[in-house]
């Protein structure tokens, strides 16, 4: 018995101890939140440079105009958000996420949009979901290495499938939506218009022609320094990597018979106490001079074909919004991928490991 | 909570019978701990039992999360691929391990400093820059493929296979067989190697029959931390390995950050986690076998 004596004080002190701890992370949780008070957003996208990017173009005349600060914030982590909304304590306002998670999450951790604040007449036809406008186009292009192929270089996305006629390793980006799956279907002749919804047994077999010789990459940054190091001979390049690599002095040249083009939103968690000031932020950068900034410092496309920003040589090379690359432009379906993104990404990590 | 309520009947007996002034001191003992048991508590005992709880709730009440692991054609392939890999990085570590240990108890004072000096360099050095070294030495065009290409063997590109993540671990666990091994093999008394030889027993046999059985706790304990650390491995495989050939601590993280799957991670990672229990549990067994075996040499 003289033990539970013993034991019993040990046992209270340490149990005030953890009540007391639980209370201090709580209250610290809660405050986290506590930027409300002097009216700041939240800002959330992948960081540096890229975010210092967003935060030239779209914070600061947002700022200007407003007087609402920024935080920033890193990095995008969907299942941070989905951990927030469920605790319900949404220290983020303002995230960037890919069109495909704002479809499938929106309503469920994402806010809608009040579209009488955001103007979605702007942008193109079947971009807008209820959840998310874009903020701005990327494009995922076949690219190889000219060293290599010198005379005989490929001219369709076909030819990146073809490893008897184009021996050489390949790279492919660390996301399945962002356009693998179209650009193999394409090259398996399917048209165009009659993309979705992807015929994934047909994508998956033609992708088996390749398995042996591709790099599935980690991350962009992996698939940037490979193509500098030319460690790959060609790849399906996410145009600002390429720029960056370009810029690098990587011998590469686009293939500019299709490019898929994808978009990134601005959302907001559900349960932002910002929502509001958000939503504003949300519209003023879709504005014209915000969005042809961003396109020129982080080298991606603007929110409309029309906006013309200032482009360098190297992103002029990787414009698929020039008038002359228009014909290769095919548009991602965000809803089918928002509807299918956890079925496709459970095939694709099988497919992987099988 | 249950831990030390179970843990009570025996201390009640040593304290019931012990000498009176024993007492106080066992008394701060029990103090001491207390802030590495809040800190487990709040930050280890709490969401680990929450990631179970969840992996048996979410997004529904059953074993439907480990179910699923069995049928999604994955997680089984990954699981024993973790598996194995983990026992070839701890024999590989082993018998890199084994001989560097052994000379640190042959060497002077200052040569074992060194020695230690060696083994522990790679714990002060960035976990990103040895991995992103190896990433340099592995890739096409990097030292080992040029090596390899110099002696007529082309396309040896480590980066990206599991042969290339094994090779990284083996550097970084090193210290962690090294050390226990030496411990061990400190304590063992050099003269019963003289005593087998001079009983006529060739040097081999002396070494195979005495020193490898003395030696086998440190074995198994550099081994058992070498395997259960490999399992959970997430750096080297994320940075070396690819998508292919993921290791279980990819696949986690998959579940989490694309799939936001946190029953199924939960499921695969209290998989991971019995399994590591299930290795120990094994492993002490050996362990109390081989101590015995350590009397019975010892008592010859």
Partial sequence: ?354 | MSAPTASAPPVAATGGAGPAPARPRRRMAGWFILPATALLLVFFCYPLAFVIWRSFTDPSAGLGNYTALLHDGVSTTVLVRTLVTGLIVSACTLVIAYPYAYTMTRVGPRGRNLMTVVVLLPFWTSMMARNFAWYMLEQRGGLIDDAFSAVGIHGVVLLGSVPGVAVAMVQVMLPFMVLPLYSGMEGIDKRLLDAATSLGAPRWRAFARVYLPLSLPGVLSGFTLVFILTLGFYVTPALLGSPQESLVAQLIATQVSKLLDFGGAGALGTVLLAVTLLALFVVSRFANLSSTTEKAVTND
Avoid at chain 1, 30 to 51: E, H, K, M, R
Avoid at chain 1, 179 to 186: F, K, V
């Fill in chain 1, 1 to 354: 018995m003289r033990h539970t004596r013993r034991i019993g004080p040990a046992v209270r002190v340490s149990a005030a101890g953890l009540a007391a701890v639980l209370a201090a992370a709580s209250c610290s949780i809660g405050n986290a939140s506590g930027g409300d008070d002097d009216g700041s957003l939240t800002f959330v996208s992948t960081g540096a440079p890229f975010q210092d990017y967003q935060a030239e173009a779209w914070q600061k005349p947002f700022t200007a105009e407003t007087g609402i600060k920024f935080r920033n914030d890193g990095p995008v982590d969907e299942a941070k958000m989905k951990t927030m909304v469920e605790a319900r304590k949404v220290t983020w306002d303002v995230v960037d996420t890919s069109a495909a998670a704002t479809e499938q999450y929106c309503g469920k951790y994402v806010e809608k949009l009040d579209f009488s604040i955001v103007d979605k007449s702007i942008f193109p036809p079947g971009t807008v979901s209820e959840c998310g406008v874009p903020a701005f186009f990327y494009s995922t292009i076949f690219m190889f290495n000219k060293q290599k192929y010198g005379a005989n270089p490929p001219t369709k996305i076909a030819d990146f499938f073809d490893v008897k006629k184009y021996p050489g390793k390949r790279i492919v980006p660390p996301e399945i939506a962002v356009g693998l799956l179209e650009a193999a279907l394409l090259a398996d002749g399917v048209p165009q218009d009659k993309l979705y919804p992807l015929d994934l047994d047909r994508a998956f077999k033609k992708l088996d022609q390749i398995k042996g010789v591709t790099t599935f990459a980690q991350t962009y940054g992996q698939m940037q320094q490979m193509m500098v190091d030319k460690q790959i001979d060609m790849g399906l390049m996410l145009n600002a990597r390429a720029y960056q690599a370009l810029k690098a002095g990587a011998p590469f040249e686009p293939v500019w018979d299709k490019t898929i083009v994808n978009w990134d939103d601005l959302v907001i968690p559900k349960g932002s106490k910002n929502k509001e000031q958000a939503m504003k932020f949300i519209a003023s950068a879709s504005g014209e001079k915000p969005s042809a900034r961003m396109s020129e410092l982080a080298s991606v496309l603007p929110i409309k074909e029309s906006i013309k920003p200032n482009f360098d040589q190297y992103q002029q090379r990787l414009n698929a919004y020039a008038p002359e690359h228009k014909d290769s432009i095919v548009r991602t379906d965000a809803a089918w991928w928002g509807q299918n993104f956890d079925m496709v990404t459970k095939r694709y990590t099988a497919w992987l490991n099988g």
